[in-house]
Every structure is written in C-alpha cells, then in structure tokens.
C-alpha cells in the first residue's frame, strides 16, 4: 500500500465580498498517495482551483480559509508562519498556473527567472543553477535551451511558456505538483504534447500529481485516480474505471454524457447538463445538483453523506441508499418527481 502524501479533511473556503459570503468550498475532502496522479474535474466555479490554492496556502483576500485540516507527509499546514511556507511552496509542492504569461515575469530572461527559483530554494551557485534550468528546458523538450534560457518570455509559444512553467516547477524536484488547468489555453495538437510531457515525467519522478481540468478525457489519459466538484462539494470519488464505467451520481453521468465519443462513425449528439451551477452566496441546503438533477426527488432537498460504493468510490447521492432504494421499487414514479415539478 502506497503512504499517504497529501490528506485534506472537510476544507471550507468563503471570500467575503460586498454581496455576502461566497461558499466557494465546502466540506472538501481528499487524499493524495506518493508517486499517485489523481484528476480534480468540474465545471468553472466548482471550487477545483480554490481547492488547490489552499493546500498551497495561497489564498487572497478577501478569502479565508474558514476550517479544514492539511497535512503534508505527516505536518500539519494549518496556520504555518510564512516563513516556513517558503521552504515548502515551490520546493516541497509546486504549482503549474492555467496561464503561463501571467506567471512568468515579461521583463526578465527565462534563465533568469529559473535560477532565481533554484538559487532560492536549492542553495546553489549561479552557474549551476543556470546549468540545472538548462537541463530541466531539455527535460521537458525545449529544443537549444542554452539559447533559450537567453530570451523573453513573449519569444516562446504558449505551449513553450506552459513548458517552461513545468519546468521550472520541477526544477526543486517537488514530492508533489499541482497542474491547475496546464493545457485549457493551448490548441489539440500543445494540449497533446503537454500531456504526453506530463506522463513522461511522473515515469521518471516519484512526484505525486494533481491534475485540475474540466475535461474528462484528459484525466482518462493522465490519471489513475478521479475527483468529481460540482458546488463546493466533492460529488463522486473513484478510480478512473469506476468513474467512466460505473459512475454513481447523475453530475459525472452528465459530464459524461457531454464527452465527444471517438468510436469510428458515431454521429450521437451531445448531451449538454441543463440548468446553471448553484449560487454560492447562498447555497442550496441539500443536494447543490438538484436544480439540475433529471433524477431529482424531495429527499434531495436534504443533503445526503458520502455512500461507499466499493473501495475507494463514493458518491453524494441518495440514489445510493439502501433504503431509496427500497422505496424507489416501490414507488418508481417519485424519481425525477422534483424535476418534473420544476419543470
């Protein structure tokens, strides 16, 4: 059995804005195992990236973390001073943003930049932290980096500057990476490489990864393991077979159901999930996909735990419940009752 990197339990996040407080994440919990990959997927808004940001302890005002505990190969992150954040943040875990222009600085050689970061935090010299950022361009297949490393980042492509995020985030051999969104900006054939590039170093690291993404087949490339957010919440967990083969709740069905089949010669239409996400200034007391859900029934107003559907599935769902269950056969027509009421 792999040991246990990342633990997250029951995470609760709000940004206090002029309006109220926006829930962004609520009662999340997860794990990460070492040398694992592991996809966190949903639609924008769910809470993947506030998720993310607050294992990093990165999140601004005016959003705080409201309760949740972290721990990181057996230490407590909860209120670390940032002093000892700095020896954890870009060392220990390290963060691929969804934009790289945003990240990299428009003004200093990409050289620059990448020794600064391995300087900081592996103590080396100059000259071999300008090796090392050298060889880590070539890792990750930036053909010439010894001229490379010269230049700025607008000469680089966007799938070359997502490249050079990647690289400079393994550059201190990090236990942990966090990919928030790497390819959303980039075109099918980048998305493809970066991919393939993300593959290629978790054979030859022992890095564990995060992957957040709203898109199913990218996990189903990348990833052994999936997460499913919708509202805040965490609605289905599972491997990557359970989730495309056996999924439990109407949410990853639905996402599912919007998924471009590749089968030679299918013309099936796509099948898009009606209805918009919750408001999270004032969240829905029970299940959040309710307003959404074709399955949607009065107990959905109350919101349902976690039910284990098999090692390492859950799902928050009713339709789950033994005693549903026992009642849907006996009364069919109240499944989908909520739905039809609202509709």
Same mark, same amino acid.
């Given at each position: 059995m792999a040991d246990r &990197? #990342? %633990?997250?339990?029951? &995470?609760?996040?709000?940004?206090?804005?002029?309006?109220?407080?926006n829930k962004a994440v609520r009662g999340v919990s997860l794990h990460?195992?070492?040398?694992? %990959?592991?996809?966190? *997927?949903?639609?924008?808004?769910?809470?993947k990236s506030v998720t993310a940001k607050a294992i990093m302890a990165m999140i601004p005002p005016p959003g705080e973390i409201i309760s949740g505990d972290i721990t990181f190969a057996g230490e407590k992150l909860n209120n670390l001073p940032e002093r000892k954040w700095r020896q954890i943040r870009g060392n220990r875990i390290a963060m691929v943003f969804q934009d790289p222009m945003t990240s990299l600085n428009p003004v200093k050689k990409i050289g620059d930049q990448m020794t600064e970061v391995i300087r900081r935090h592996r103590g080396l010299s100059k000259e071999a932290a300008l090796k090392e950022a050298i060889e880590m361009l070539r890792q990750v297949g930036i053909n010439e980096p010894e001229r490379r490393v010269q230049q700025y980042p607008h000469e680089f492509s966007g799938g070359m500057r997502q490249r050079v995020m990647i690289a400079m985030a393994?550059?201190?051999?990090? +236990? /942990? &990476?966090?990919?928030? +969104?790497?390819?959303?900006? /980039?075109?099918?054939?980048?998305?493809?490489? =970066? /991919?393939? #590039? &993300?593959? +290629?170093?978790?054979?030859?690291?022992?890095?564990?990864? *995060? #992957? =957040? %993404?709203?898109? /199913?087949? $990218? $996990?189903?490339?990348?990833?052994?393991?999936?997460? *499913? !957010?919708?509202?805040? !919440?965490?609605m289905e967990e599972g491997t990557v077979e359970d989730i495309f083969y056996n999924s439990k709740h109407p949410y990853t069905q639905g996402l599912l159901r919007s998924v471009p089949q590749r089968q030679g010669g299918s013309r099936e239409r796509l099948v898009p999930i009606e209805g918009s996400p919750p408001d999270l200034l004032d969240p829905p007391p029970g299940c959040p996909f309710m307003e959404r859900c074709p399955h949607a029934m009065p107990k959905c107003a109350e919101l349902p735990p976690h039910f284990q559907i098999g090692e390492g599935h859950r799902a928050l769902c009713w339709l789950n419940d033994a005693e549903v269950q026992a009642e849907l056969a006996r009364h069919p027509e109240i499944e989908g009752s909520a739905a039809r009421v609202r509709g």
């Open positions: &990197l #990342l %633990t997250v339990n029951n &995470l609760q996040v709000s940004f206090h804005t002029r309006s109220g407080e990460i195992d070492q040398g694992e %990959t592991i996809g966190i *997927v949903g639609e924008s808004g769910s809470g393994l550059s201190c051999q990090p +236990e /942990l &990476l966090i990919a928030d +969104e790497p390819t959303t900006a /980039l075109d099918v054939t980048i998305q493809a490489q =970066i /991919l393939d #590039l &993300l593959k +290629e170093l978790k054979a030859k690291t022992s890095a564990s990864i *995060v #992957l =957040i %993404t709203h898109d /199913l087949g $990218v $996990v189903a490339q990348v990833c052994s393991r999936v997460i *499913v !957010m919708y509202g805040g !919440m965490v």
